[in-house]
């Protein structure tokens, strides 16, 4: 825990801001993890040698962070659960679940991040979605800022952990978007496969609606992918996981990084474990595309807690530790 100590001041203190210093710290500069002091006062962070030099005052409060990490909070776009708790299989429970993984996160430097349902019951959809609202985050917790869909409009060739049953088509169109979800008004994320029949029709309404579309779990190619983003999707959904392999003949949706067909430029979420994404391939999406990358966890049920057996949506997977 930070160690908090009291500092003589140069001058009187009374009359402005007081200056916090964060001493034995972690801070991210440059695109790098440097060691170095971390001072602010009103809100504002200082640069400490025109205080200390031209107004002559020191700290006020000083405070010792043991070597921690002190960086601007991290947003996550796509969290299904954790600590014991899952967004789609637990309606009964499901504010006890927001909140809990609200505070969770918060203790691993989450500031706000997307509540994710995967592919499941129309009737869940129905039942999850008004009760989860938009909030801002504090001590108590992460903020909320609205749940990304990712599902049921996806392929089943890329369905990864998604019940095959449960996966739709979008032949009806925005129609049937909206009788699947139910309400719309606290989404932020929707993921759709963009090859899927009225994938495009979907994309531009949910765009104009505010709603960011993703493409992902997607067996599509580039020109599917491209038709998607200048229909007005603007992200990807775990880049590399459930979908086409790069190729040279036809590079997929890993390809629209460097697409010159494209009307905007494309944002990419990416889990970073080691696992789901072998550290070349992040770096090679990193070098290519730096400014489009968006860490996930996609954390489930299981985050914060021991080997066992826990849910993610309508199926139970077993983690053990290698």
């Given amino acids: 825990m930070p160690s908090v100590s009291g500092q003589s001041a140069g001058s009187s203190s009374s009359s402005r801001s007081l200056i916090y210093q964060f001493v034995n710290c972690r801070l991210v500069r440059g695109g790098q993890i440097v060691k170095d002091d971390f001072w602010f006062r ?100 992460a903020g909320i800022l609205g749940v990304h869909l990712e599902g049921p409009f996806i392929s089943p060739e890329k369905k990864g952990a998604h019940p095959l049953n449960y996966i739709q088509n979008l032949d009806q169109g925005f129609s049937k978007l909206e009788s699947t979800y139910g309400r719309l008004d606290n989404t932020s994320v929707v993921t759709i496969a963009p090859e899927l029949t009225g994938a495009k029709e979907v994309i531009r309404e949910l765009s104009d609606r505010g709603i960011v579309v993703s493409v992902g779990h997607s067996n599509g190619n580039l020109e599917d992918g491209e038709a998607a983003v200048n229909s007005g999707a603007s992200f990807i959904t ?85």
């Avoid at 309606?91 to 500031?111: F, K, M, Y």
């Avoid at 460097?258 to 889990?271: A, C, L, M």
């Avoid at 070349?280 to 990358?293: D, F, N, P, S, V």
């Fill in 42 to 141: 009103g809100g504002r962070i200082l640069n400490p040698e025109p205080v200390f030099f031209e107004e002559k005052v020191r700290a006020d409060v000083r405070v010792d962070c043991h070597d921690a990490l002190i960086c601007p909070g991290f947003v996550d776009v796509q969290v299904n659960g954790g600590f014991g708790y899952d967004f789609s299989s637990d309606a009964d429970r499901l504010e006890e679940a927001v909140s809990s993984v609200s505070r969770g996160v918060l203790a691993t430097g989450v500031t706000s991040f997307c509540p994710t349902l995967v592919t499941s019951p129309d009737s869940v959809y129905h039942k999850i979605m008004p009760r989860i609202e938009r909030t801002d985050g504090g001590k108590e917790g």
């Fill in 238 to 322: 775990h880049l590399f996981n459930a979908m086409l392999p790069f190729h040279h003949r036809d590079p997929g949706l890993v390809g629209l990084l460097t697409s010159r067909k494209i009307n905007q430029p494309v944002f990419y979420g990416i889990i970073a474990d080691g696992i789901h994404t072998h550290p070349a391939a992040l770096r090679i999406a990193h070098r290519t595309h730096a400014k489009g990358l968006v860490l996930v966890s996609d954390g489930m049920a299981a985050m914060g807690l021991g080997d066992g057996e826990h849910h993610i949506g309508q199926m139970m997977v077993k983690v053990q530790a290698p």
